[in-house]
C-alpha cells in the first residue's frame, strides 16, 4: 500500500455477495408470497447489474420471470447544481409498466438515503405501484433522510469519512465490496 494512501479491506468477496442476493431473493419471495405482481428496477449503475441478478435468482427457486428495469434519477437528485453535469441514464420499465405493481427498488449502498429518495419521485412520475419496497446490498448508516432498507444484503458500519465501494463482474471484472479509509496524515 502506498504511504499516506488509502487503506482498503474487502467486507464481501463473491462468494458473499452470491449468498446475500440469494437470501434477498429468498426474502422478496416470502414477503411477496411468490413474486407474481413484482418489478425490479435497478437503479443505475450497479443497482441495475443487482436487480438482474436478483431477477434470475428468483426465477431460478420459482420458475417465473419476473419483469427487470432499471430507473435513472439524475434529474431527480438534490445535489445537480452540487456536482460536475453528469450523463442522463436510461430507465428501462417492464412493458406491462409500475402500476398496481409491487416495485422493489434495488441499489448497492444505502447512505444518506437521498439516492432512494430521488428514486421515488422519478417513480412517481412513471406510474402508481401498489407498494414500493427496497433492496440493498450493503446498508452503511448515516441516514439524512427517514429511509430503511426492506431487504439488506450486510449491515456495515461505518466512518462517514470511510467509503463503500462495490466491485460486480458485469461491470468491473470481479465480485467484491471494499471498505476504504483515507490514512491518517
Known sequence: MPENGPLSRAVLEGPDIHRALTRIAHEILER???????????????GATLAQRLGGRIEQFEGVKIPVGSIDITMYRDD???????PLGRTELPSDGID??????V????????????ALDALND??????????????????????????????????KSE????FL????????????????R
Open 32 to 46: 411477496t408470497k411468490g413474486a407474481g405482481d413484482v418489478v425490479l428496477l435497478g437503479i443505475p449503475t450497479r
Open 80 to 86: 445537480l447544481r452540487l456536482r460536475p453535469a453528469r
Open 100 to 105: 398496481g405493481k409491487v416495485v422493489v427498488l
Open 107 to 118: 441499489d448497492d449502498v444505502l447512505f444518506s438515503g437521498r439516492t432512494v429518495r430521488a
Open 126 to 159: 412513471l406510474g402508481r405501484p401498489t407498494a414500493v419496497q427496497l433492496a440493498t446490498l450493503v446498508d452503511r448508516g448515516h441516514r439524512e433522510l427517514p429511509i430503511r432498507a426492506d431487504y439488506v444484503g450486510k449491515n456495515l458500519p461505518t466512518a
Open 163 to 166: 467509503k463503500v465501494k462495490v
Open 169 to 184: 463482474q458485469e461491470t468491473d471484472g470481479r465480485d467484491a465490496v471494499l471498505l476504504i479509509k483515507e490514512e491518517a
